[in-house]
């Protein structure tokens, strides 16, 4: 039998909530690196001496990694969120509706969570276009619900 401590086994949705809890304890560093993140998630894990086991999962925690970040930047760049309540991972800063406190993007080739303050006037204006090219994208695809139901008024 083998005495060796088994790693966590996690569903899909609770791997994004201990990414979520493990993002929230460092959320205060001025960059996030995926990297960064998913280090922490895998130190909790008991180490084990399979090859293989740990491959996978790091594999599996650096793509949740990579897709809690890609979830993040999408939500910002669409502006779903209405309330901060609706992806606590969002902070907005105090005295703004909308300005948050840090932005997903990739830097240096490597998808990241940057804090306002540290991101460069030429990476905040990049964020702020494709803000404006996902709002165009919205207004499009709004336009075209209401034409179809023009189109289509027994629907």
Known sequence: MNSQAQAPTYSRSDLTREIARHYDLIKDRPEIRQADLATAVLSGWPETDIEQDKWCRAELVHESVQGFIRQ????????????????????????????????????????????????????????????????????????????????????
């Open 72 to 155: 993040r930047k999408l939500t910002e760049n669409t502006g779903t969120v209405e309330k901060q309540s609706e992806l606590p991972n969002i902070e907005i800063r105090p005295g703004h509706t909308r300005l948050q406190k840090a932005y997903a993007f990739e830097r240096r080739g490597e998808l990241a969570i940057v804090h306002l303050e540290h991101m460069t006037s030429a990476e905040r204006q990049a964020k702020a276009r494709a803000m404006e090219k996902g709002a165009a994208g919205l207004m499009e695809h709004a336009d075209e619900l209401r034409r179809y139901d023009q189109e289509n008024p027994s629907s």
